[in-house]
């Protein structure tokens, strides 16, 4: 079985690299290297990037990549069905990467010996009192007004016009774990699936992958994690502050428990910050949850299912 050790990068394409890097800048990416061509971001960890932007006449997303475990894993992800070669990958931090394309023809590339970098430091993680525990003493809170610093990228959503079909190459050939379906009608396919890496006993995000029916196959969103629920506020204010275009958030989701807000990029699509998500293992149990719009979201901005998967289906 293929072992992935997490989600690394994507490559969107876009035709104005300017305003790209100042919305990444403004959201909390970090720039690692620039051509006229190419523009890689990188967030705090040690990736060194996270986010590739390339210059196009019209906007698209081109691949996401994930990162394997082992030179002896890439070597037998040649070996999956439709598979590339093991190819260089010719960008910051060399290393190598085999192609795999998905049912919707979506590029997925399985990437090893990307060299690692220097992480930045991130504010630390501030000290919350709660009613019944106080941890905090003689202390005061001041997290900056500033960009949310990202650390990482944390999972992609799709639509995908064929859930099942998606399913079964997500977990079957990338060897996904379900941790979510939204089902409509008892016994049919699910309408929504979120799926986790296969960590074993590590701890490892709730969704990696997420997929849900859509009339056409794209991408829905992108999202990056960051420090905490104060982060993710001032992050929030900043993004206003700059002019950038809301979608929805700040809320806290129910599958994944996440805290999220989503923005529009000046090409139109949809990115998310998120923080405080749900930790799973392997053997962790499925939940199926009746789709309703109730299944979306705890607390946050009202919204409709249909609306905020809708609204990616411009581009
Ligand atoms: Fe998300």
Redesign the pocket.
């Known amino acids: 079985m293929l072992r992935i050790k997490d989600i690394n990068h994507v490559v969107y394409r876009h035709p104005d690299l300017d305003a790209v890097e100042r919305f990444l800048t403004d959201f909390g990416l970090v720039v690692a290297h620039r051509t006229d061509e190419r523009l890689y971001m990188r967030g705090a960890g040690t990736i060194p990037y996270v986010y590739v932007a390339e210059r196009s006449h019209m906007p698209s997303f081109a691949a996401v990549a994930f990162a394997l475990e082992s030179a002896t894993d890439l070597v037998a992800a040649q070996l999956l069905p439709g598979a590339s070669k093991v190819a260089p990958i010719g960008a910051p931090g060399g290393g190598q990467c085999v192609t795999l394309t998905d049912p919707a023809g979506r590029s997925v590339q399985l990437v090893h010996g990307i060299e690692a970098v220097e992480p930045i430091p991130m504010r630390p993680a501030l000290t919350l009192n709660n009613a019944e525990e106080k941890r905090r003493f003689g202390d005061v809170q001041r997290a900056p007004r500033a960009p949310a610093q990202v650390l990482r990228l944390?999972?992609i959503?799709l639509g995908v016009t064929d859930v099942a079909r998606n399913l079964r190459w997500y977990t079957e050939v990338l060897g996904l774990l379900p941790s979510d379906f939204i089902v409509e009608t008892q016994n049919e396919p699910p309408v929504a699936a979120f799926l986790r890496l296969n960590r074993g006993d590590a701890w490892t995000d709730h969704?990696t992958v997420?997929l849900f029916h859509a009339p056409e196959d794209h991408v829905h969103?992108a999202?990056f994690e960051v420090q905490d629920l104060d982060a993710q506020f001032h992050g929030n204010a900043w993004m206003v502050s700059q002019g950038w275009t809301p979608v929805w958030g700040v809320g806290r989701?129910i599958l994944?428990s996440?805290i999220?807000d989503?923005w529009r990029d000046p090409s139109g699509n949809i990115i998310?910050h998120?923080t405080d998500g749900d930790l799973y293992k392997h053997d962790s149990p499925l939940g199926v949850t009746p789709a309703s719009d109730d299944s979306l979201y705890q607390w946050g901005p009202p919204m409709t299912v249909e609306r905020f998967l809708g609204g990616a289906i411009q581009l």
Do not use: I, L, P, T
Request: no cysteine; charged share 5%.
């Open positions: 944390g999972h959503a969704h997420a969103h999202s989701h994944g996440q999220f989503y998310e998120f």
